[in-house]
């Protein structure tokens, strides 16, 4: 069965409170319900985990390689400042679609560089939740379509 790992990173784990008139008000336990539900639709496995620690991003990602056939990454503000969670997505060689619940580009001026989208498959943005769905929908459609 192929399994792909749901990442997310600082901050999220506040979700539901954390400004939901950006963040939406679901929280990290509906997101990630609603990732296992629709890859259990699937027949993907899904696995999430939430640091807000980058070193400990940086160890999932690493041991991911063994693990899954890819990643959907939320690295929050990591996003616009790492350059280590860069290096460990490019060390890897696995499949990673950066997600965020808001769209960043029509945010603070900060956060429309992304440290994660040169060496993501894609992003994706500003969908909420639901930009996860997609998310996995897309990695399942790339990784149906590798040899791998």
Do not use: W
Not at 68 to 96: E, W
């Amino acid at each position: 069965m192929t399994s792909i790992l749901i990442l997310n990173g600082p901050n999220l784990n506040l979700l539901g409170t954390r400004q939901p008139e950006v963040y939406g008000s679901e929280t990290l336990s509906d997101v990630e319900k609603m990732c296992k539900t629709h890859g259990q639709a699937l027949d993907i496995d899904i696995s999430c985990l939430q640091s807000n620690h980058e070193g400990a991003l940086i160890d999932a990602l690493h041991a991911a390689k063994s693990k899954f056939k890819g990643v959907v990454l939320n690295a929050g503000a990591y996003t616009h400042t790492s350059v280590a969670l860069m290096d460990a997505i490019a060390s890897v060689s696995l499949p990673v679609i950066e997600v965020h619940l808001s769209n960043i580009h029509a945010r603070e001026t900060f956060r429309h560089k992304s440290f994660i989208a040169p060496v993501a498959l894609g992003q994706i943005c500003g969908f909420g939740s639901h930009g996860y769905i997609l998310a996995i929908d897309a990695l399942v459609k790339h990784l149906a379509g590798s040899t791998a």
